[in-house]
């Protein structure tokens, strides 16, 4: 289901979303969740669960308490408890699916200190979250200059206004410690409102601002990932991958969360693998592998004379020689085990004419019936006038 703004124009191409980050039904953002509970009915006696969550700019979600028991939905923008003052946000979960991404985030679910949902928001309420949000493009570029020009090795990445306009959160990446008590002080001299610096992560950083990776696909932080899990060189190791920093590394300069998905594929895959470091000595000599294809259970082993020359052997091979090495009886050779793979001739036809690269090199011959045409045309006067003398004898 999408809003009305994300339907299709009269000649078919997407409008596009023109709520920036604050959809009405919540399924055109960043993160969008689908309650999947929300057609169970609870037993009789049990009460609906009264926390609400709730999501503010960029994905960054929030729970809260619904002590006045309002009848919320998902979509609905309302004004929730803050210190100082109070916060716009928009419900994106009720009912028991709250309690559920709780118990994930490893919260209580009946946990007294939550802040509580004041009131569903009115017409002043979102007209002025509406102009602290039109602030906040032009307060980042003038922070950006503030922060250069006091030589500060950090970088503001982004900035969110607080619902009612009173506070301002600045976030920032730095790779080493920062003291900005100057900054705040000219921040809050330039903007008027409360000051909060907030230092992220470069992947935090990714998943605010968003982008293209080089899938073609956007990003997974910033769409449906909520979890940040420690991505290493041996993802890349396991799954033959290229040490290659400019294709392994994203847009927050780390490596890829995707290196994570297929590994565990891998990983079953490689546990009917022999070590690779481990050599086949046979009566021939000494070989040690060059290569493997895991899905296709093959190795590729050289003898250390002759490293040009790859003897392909599949896993049971490879086991095979291994055992009768451990018993001390090595086997003749690697040949012996290199399976018989039928030929297969292929016939290639020509179907276009291209049977000469050098086709079109050749200068164009001369159209002999072109020529004969022309020789027509110039004997063709002759000819009439010969039986014009006929007729007049």
């Known amino acids: 289901m999408g809003c009305s703004n994300c339907a299709s124009k009269n000649d078919g191409l ?4 023109k ?28 009460e609906k669960f009264d926390a609400v969550e709730i999501r503010f700019k960029n994905g960054r979600k929030s729970f809260f308490r619904n002590t006045e028991n309002l009848s919320l939905s998902i979509g609905d923008v309302v004004a929730t408890e803050t210190s100082p003052g109070h916060d716009i946000g928009i419900v994106t979960i009720t009912g028991e699916l709250v309690k559920v991404q709780m118990r994930k985030k490893k919260l209580d679910p009946y946990a007294a200190e939550l802040p509580k949902v004041y009131r569903k928001a ?6 002025v979250w509406e102009e602290a949000k039109a602030r906040e493009e ?7 200059e503030i922060a250069i020009r006091l030589q500060l090795k950090m970088k503001i990445s982004d900035v969110e206004f607080q619902g009612d306009g009173s506070k301002a959160i600045f976030y920032y990446t730095a790779e080493e410690r920062v003291d900005f008590r100057q900054l705040i002080k000219e921040f809050a001299y330039e903007f008027k409102v409360r000051i909060e610096m907030k230092q992220i992560g470069f992947r935090q950083e990714a998943a605010r601002l968003g982008g293209i990776g080089s899938c073609g696909r956007e990003l997974c932080c910033s769409t449906w990932l909520t979890d940040f899990r420690s991505v290493k060189t041996s993802a890349a ?9 400019l294709k392994l ?18 990983l079953d ?27 296709k259970s093959k190795l590729w ?16 091979a490879v086991k095979t020689i291994l055992k009768a090495q451990r018993n001390n009886k090595p086997v003749a050779s690697l040949e012996e085990f290199i399976e018989d793979k039928p030929v297969v001739n292929v016939d290639f036809e020509n179907v276009v004419g291209q049977d000469s690269l050098t086709r079109f090199d050749k200068p164009k011959g001369r159209n002999k019936n072109k020529g004969k045409r022309r020789h027509k045309r110039k004997r063709s006067p002759q000819k009439n006038k010969s039986t014009n003398a006929k007729q007049k004898s």
Do not use: H, M
Not at 138 to 144: D, G, I, T
Not at 301 to 316: F, H, K, Q, V
């Open 14 to 17: 997407p409008k596009g979303c």
């Open 19 to 46: 709520n920036n980050g604050s959809c009405g039904v919540d399924s055109c953002n960043k993160l969008t969740v689908f309650d999947w509970l929300s057609d169970l009915e609870l037993p009789s006696g049990v």
């Open 122 to 127: 009115n017409q002043k309420d979102i007209d």
């Open 138 to 144: 032009k307060v980042k570029v003038r922070a950006r």
């Open 237 to 245: 190791r396991y799954q033959q991958l290229s040490l290659n920093p």
């Open 249 to 266: 590394a994203g847009q927050c300069g780390k490596l890829k969360c995707c290196l994570n998905y297929e590994l565990d594929s891998y």
């Open 269 to 295: 895959a490689l546990k009917d693998f022999p070590r690779q470091d481990q050599k086949l000595i046979t009566e021939k000599g000494e070989a040690v592998c060059q290569k493997i294809d895991i899905f």
């Open 301 to 316: 082993y050289a003898y250390r004379d002759d490293y040009n020359n790859w003897i392909e052997l599949d896993t049971e």
